[in-house]
Structure formats: structure tokens, C-alpha cells
């Protein structure tokens, strides 16, 4: 009964973070064995336990080419892994759930809410629902886009695969890819780089993925409803912007640049362009050689990574909604204005006191553990800081630094891609001692700022 007692006890972001933990070690423990491997070897147990992080926090750093290095078997294990990290290990456990006709508990609604990010547990269940549903026909069509486009390159059982895989790779914004087993290791999608075709589908999958099942269903529902909610407004114009300032930017600075899109022809300059200014909405996936940028744009990746993707999707970062309500801060405090106000809609300050905390605890973290690699890696930092930022916006980008990684470097950046998947908030909530309520309140007191 103690027992019992003390389970129930668990706070929803301390079952969050057990959960991806046991399925991470898991997957390590599979990804170890020598089935898993194409040369029937094990793989070294902190490379299987790097590669079922990133793919379980749908990252897709790697030490080992999952293509080369990985089997048939070893590859289902991988994107298992980014299936249950991409939805979540409570939203499958939801579905089984309701495939039974089992009823969902408070409790079990209250880890459901903290999973997804979600203000109120109003219309939980139902949103579950929809993310299963959406989940599956995207990612289904997505597959026989890819299949169909591949199945002129490679056999119909490999194109099959192909299309699966990198259609649940992209949708959850993991960024792992079977093309080093094909063309040459760690070389992504870059021998696609001017295929109109790869480019539309990989990065249709890479926005629907990284925007949020809640806006999503108000899209799909919008026929009906006839408006958007504030949330999705702010999403979708975020997102946009970000894309196409990214994509001109980018070319701008990479048009003479001979390593990326200095050879290409002006179509070809264009796809790629907008593919790497969408790749880091926390996706991954290149078709340029990410070494071969500039620092100028290199800099300004790390940027985009550190934004991220949205609220209640696959991705990671500080989320666009952060990002915009940061700018609105600024914005609102330069205007002599006492409210942050979007869509004729005034923010509640308990949203702005939440987004400076994220972001700031995202910064110090980002800075703290590229300060530590600095001493430990020999590399330039600004690798480094491309590094770590990529893994802690669960982007998957890599400068090549990944696989020359010492113990330290790999268990650090492990680290940041757990921290990047959960929320850094949602950890700080898991670890800290249980809440007491305040009894008092100290006096206002005023500092001087700036």
C-alpha cells in the first residue's frame, strides 16, 4: 500500500523524465547488441547510448552512421525510439488506453497536460486523439510521396523503406537519415539537394511536425470555426518569417560561398537555401555541407536552433511563442507601453514571466556547457557552440564535431539533448524539492535597470 502510495506521489514531470529515461536505456541495451549492427559486432555501449538519446529526444546528432553502421534491425530500433520520443511515451500509453476502452485518470490527464505543453487539461483526451490521427495520415502520406520519388532510384522494397523511415524521421523532427549507407557516410540529403520533389515533401513534413498538433487542428478545423486561435496566429506568423528571413538570409550569405551553393544553379541555390532556414526549426536533415558554411551563417543557424520549433510539437528550443514574446517585451518597453499586445490580444504576465525565465535558463545552459567542452574538446568554439545548441534545440545539425567527441563531450551533449527534448522548466520542476506554500510576502523594493 506504502508503495502504491509513493508512486502516486510522483509528480507529472518526474514520471516525464523517468519515462524518457527507461526508454532511452532501453533502446541502448537493444542498439548494443550485436544484431544491431551490419558487421554482427556490439556497438560500444556510449555510442548506443548517444545514438538511443538522439533518438529518442528526435535529435539526430550521431557518432556512428545510422545508414553504414546500423542493420535492418538496428535502424527499426532507432525509429521506434523516434516514434515514441516524437508523440510521447504517455500519448502511445494513452492510445493503447483508449484502443481498450479504459478510462483515463485524473492523474494520468495531469501527466498528459504536462507532456504536451498544454495551459488547461480541458479537451485533453480529445487532443490525444487528434495528435494519433494527424500523426498517422502525415506521416502515411509522407511515406508514399517518398516511396513513389525513390522507387526510381532503388528497388521497391528499398524505396519502401526509405519512404517510412525518413517520413517518421522528418514528421518528428529527429533528422536521421539512411543515406550514409547508400552514398557515403554522414552525407545527409545533400545528393537531393536541387530535387524539387524531396525538397517540398521533406520540409512539408519538417513545418507540420515542428508547428504543433494544436495548431494543426486549427487549421484542419478552420473551415468550420472560421478563426484561429491566438496561439496558432502567433505560430504560424512566427514560423513564417522566421523561414523566410532564414532562406534570405542564407542565400545572401552563401551565394558566392563554392563548399554550399556557390556551384549550384540559381534553382537549385533557392531549394537549398530554404531547406537549411527550415532544417533548423529542430529538424536536421541538410542538403549543403553544414562545415562547409560560412561563420557569418554558421552564427546565424545557431540562432535559428536556439528559437526552435513550437509548443506542443516534436521540436525543441525555446519555442517561436518565447521568441515572440521576448520581441514583444522589447518592443512594448521602447514604446513606453505597460502591455505586450498580439492580435489585438494582451498577454497575461504570468506568459512573460515564464518565457524570460526559459530563456535565460536555456542561455545560461547553452553557454555553461559550451564553456565546459571548450576545455575538453580541441576545436574551435564556435563548432562547439554550434554543437551543443543544435543538441539542446533537438536539431540534429552537425558540424562534424559529433563523432570526434571525447566521454566527457558525448555524455554532456547527451545531457543537453534530454534537457532540450523535456523543457528545461519541466526538469527544474522534476528535481526540485516539493513546493510549500508561502505564508507572507516580502516588501516591494525597486532597483535601477539598464
Not at 172 to 195: H, M, Q, S
Not at 251 to 262: K, W
Amino acid at each position: 500500500m506504502k508503495k502504491k502510495k509513493r508512486w502516486l506521489e510522483i509528480s507529472p514531470p518526474r514520471l516525464l523524465v523517468l519515462g524518457f529515461a527507461v526508454i532511452i536505456l532501453a533502446g541502448t541495451l537493444l542498439l548494443a547488441l550485436p544484431i544491431s549492427s551490419r558487421t554482427g559486432t556490439p556497438t560500444p555501449l556510449i555510442d548506443a547510448f548517444f545514438t538511443a538519446t538522439s533518438a529518442t529526444c528526435v535529435t539526430g546528432l550521431v557518432v556512428v552512421d545510422t545508414g553504414s553502421h546500423f542493420n535492418v534491425f538496428g535502424q527499426v530500433v532507432i525509429i521506434s525510439l523516434i516514434q515514441l520520443g516524437g508523440l510521447g511515451f504517455m500519448t502511445m500509453a494513452t492510445l493503447v488506453a483508449l484502443l481498450l476502452r479504459k478510462k483515463i485518470s485524473l492523474r494520468e490527464r495531469l501527466i498528459l497536460q504536462e507532456a504536451m505543453n498544454q495551459i488547461t487539461m480541458e479537451g485533453i483526451v480529445r487532443l490525444i486523439r487528434k495528435v494519433v490521427i494527424y500523426s498517422v495520415c502525415i506521416q502515411a502520406a509522407g511515406a508514399v510521396l517518398f516511396t513513389i520519388r525513390w522507387s526510381f532510384d532503388f528497388p521497391l522494397w528499398q524505396a519502401l523503406g526509405l519512404g517510412v523511415f525518413h517520413a517518421i524521421s522528418f514528421f518528428n523532427n529527429a533528422g536521421f537519415d539512411l543515406f550514409g549507407g547508400i552514398y557515403e557516410p554522414f552525407t545527409g540529403l545533400t545528393n537531393y539537394v536541387g530535387d524539387p520533389f524531396v525538397n517540398i515533401i521533406s520540409m512539408a513534413l519538417i513545418v507540420l511536425g515542428g508547428i504543433g498538433f494544436i495548431v494543426i487542428s486549427d487549421v484542419i478545423e478552420f473551415r468550420k470555426t472560421r478563426r484561429l486561435s491566438l496561439h496558432s496566429k502567433v505560430v504560424l506568423s512566427t514560423t513564417g518569417l522566421l523561414i523566410m528571413i532564414g532562406a534570405a538570409v542564407i542565400f545572401a550569405f552563401e551565394y558566392t560561398n563554392n563548399r554550399t551553393l556557390g556551384t549550384l544553379s540559381l534553382g537549385e541555390k533557392l531549394w537549398a537555401a530554404l531547406f537549411q532556414s527550415v532544417s533548423p526549426r529542430t529538424a536536421g536533415a541538410n542538403t549543403v555541407d553544414i562545415a562547409g558554411l560560412r561563420q557569418a551563417t554558421q552564427f546565424f543557424t545557431i540562432i535559428l536552433m536556439f528559437i526552435g520549433a513550437s509548443p506542443g510539437s516534436t521540436g525543441g528550443g525555446i519555442k517561436t511563442t518565447t521568441f515572440t514574446t521576448l520581441v514583444g517585451a522589447v518592443l512594448a518597453m521602447i514604446r513606453g507601453k505597460e502591455d505586450i499586445v498580439l492580435f489585438r490580444n494582451r498577454l497575461a504576465k504570468d506568459r512573460i514571466n515564464k518565457a524570460v525565465t526559459l530563456s535565460m535558463f536555456a542561455l545560461l545552459l547553452v553557454v555553461g556547457v559550451s564553456m565546459i567542452l571548450s576545455t575538453t574538446e580541441d576545436h574551435h568554439f564556435l563548432m562547439i557552440l554550434f554543437e551543443v545548441t543544435s543538441a539542446f534545440g533537438t536539431v540534429g545539425l552537425s558540424m562534424g564535431l559529433t563523432p570526434d567527441l571525447t566521454l566527457v563531450g558525448k555524455l554532456l551533449i547527451c545531457l543537453m539533448m534530454f534537457v532540450g527534448r523535456l523543457g528545461p522548466l519541466t526538469l527544474a520542476y522534476a528535481l526540485q524539492p516539493k513546493a510549500e506554500k508561502e505564508l507572507y510576502r516580502y516588501p516591494e523594493g525597486r532597483i535601477m535597470i539598464g
